[in-house]
């Protein structure tokens, strides 16, 4: 059995060491586009269990690693607060944050040693089926038959498009300032999210004892702003509106800014085609899960060929379409969690404001990475 699987960004990578573990032989199609060094993802048990299945975890440096022991989410008047410790959960962390620079490195090299994965650094232009095989045209090499395509060519999925797979997308008219803070005081290993009138700002502790990065999502005009004003500046604004403990930032790195929206793909099963990661859902970054959710997407896929009898058959239709329900089911849990969170927050008063703390003191963030926690012990 063939298996495509289009996009070298960090859920391709991991679907092609996930499908390559399948037996099947491996096409992985995608320029590598290496990923910003400023860039950091909070990654949850589930994913650091896959990418141990995987035998990626142990290649991942130490130093590369920043465990989360507690995670404290509050309000702007910090009237709603929440703590959560790992030690009163599953132990070890909560999640632990990455350079996604480092972690793509990682994953590509692990391919590399896999004999059944086969790397063309090239684009993907359409395809077509013809007697039950997919046949990709790519934009500079010879065109390539396979059985089936994974997709993970993000956001804007030229496969999703050529296959005419409709979605819904929503523009949250906000963008998402990151940047690296140096501090003072060590962080102790404690992220924090705080609700602020225009949207949530998190700050996630880095592997370094001193370093934290920060994900700020607010409206486009403050983004622009605060993506230009000076270092000093910007570290002035952040002391002017978070606690004590973060009053004595030293320092901070460039700003970045990702403009924020929505999208969920009708299916992610059709003929041929497996939509995994951003292709098939791209989801507000309040919970740090666009990623999680896409290696969940690649499990799904994975366990999917795993469990098929025959290795050599094209799936049953029917099968395949109980498992595109299972899928639209179990993510539409998470994405309507994560925007009924952010919609009542984006509301600065009256009801919706009520109902964004009731989430919040009901634990609406940490109820979405319980769900994936508890997927986790189902992994390992
Ligand atoms: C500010 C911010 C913070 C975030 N924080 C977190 C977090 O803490 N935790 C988390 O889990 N998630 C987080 N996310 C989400 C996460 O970054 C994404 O969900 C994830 O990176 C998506 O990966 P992907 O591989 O699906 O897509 P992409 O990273 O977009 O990769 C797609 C790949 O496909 C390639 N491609 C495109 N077109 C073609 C083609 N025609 N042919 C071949 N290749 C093609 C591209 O070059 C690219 O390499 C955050 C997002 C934002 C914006």
């Known amino acids: 059995m063939k298996i495509a699987v289009v996009g070298a960004g960090l859920v391709g990578a991991v679907a092609a060491l996930a499908m390559a573990k399948t037996g099947g032989q491996v096409i992985w199609v995608g320029p590598s586009k290496p990923e910003s060094p400023d860039r950091f993802l909070a990654i949850n048990p589930t994913a650091i269990a896959f990418l141990a299945e995987l035998d990626v975890l142990s290649s991942l440096p130490k130093s590369a690693r920043g465990p989360v ?89 030229r496969v999703r498009e050529i296959e005419n797979i409709p979605f819904k997308s929503h523009d949250y008219q906000r963008a998402a300032v990151t940047a690296t803070l140096q501090l003072a005081m060590p962080h102790e290993q404690v992220a924090y999210q705080y609700f602020l009138d225009h949207g949530p700002l998190a700050l996630l502790p880095l592997a370094e004892a001193d370093k934290v990065s920060i994900v700020w999502s607010t ?40 403009p924020l929206r929505s999208l969920t793909a009708k299916t992610t099963v059709q003929n041929k085609v ?27 896929v994975q366990q999917l060929f795993l469990s098929r009898q025959n290795k050599n058959r094209p799936f049953n239709p029917n099968a395949l379409q109980r498992f595109a329900r299972e899928r639209q089911w179990e993510m539409g849990i998470y994405l309507k969690t994560i925007d009924a969170i952010e919609r009542a927050f984006h509301e600065p008063k009256g009801a919706a404001r009520k109902i964004g703390q009731l989430a919040l003191a009901m634990g609406g963030v940490p109820f979405v990475n319980r769900l994936l926690i508890n997927k986790a012990t189902a992994v390992t």
Request: hydrophobic share 45%.
């Open 219 to 258: 409206t486009l005009t403050e983004a622009n702003h605060l993506k230009n004003i000076s270092s000093e500046g910007f570290v002035t604004r952040l002391a002017n509106l978070l606690p004590q403990h973060f009053q004595d930032a030293i320092s901070c790195s460039p700003r970045y800014t990702f």
């Open 274 to 300: 497996f939509l995994v990661g951003d292709a098939a859902h791209v989801v507000h970054p309040l919970a740090g899960l666009g990623l999680n959710l896409g290696l969940l997407d690649v499990i799904a």
């Open 69 to 157: 022991k507690k995670m404290h989410i509050a309000d702007f008047n910090q009237d709603t607060k929440l703590v959560f410790d790992a030690a009163k959960t599953q132990g070890y962390a909560l999640c632990e944050i990455v350079p996604a620079a480092i972690l793509l490195q990682t994953l590509e090299r692990a391919s590399r040693k896999q004999e059944n994965i086969q790397c063309v650094p090239d684009e993907y232009v359409s395809h077509r089926i013809e007697n039950e095989r997919c046949m990709i045209q790519l934009k500079n090499t010879q065109a390539i038959e396979v059985d089936y395509v994974i997709v993970a060519d993000g956001a804007m999925s």
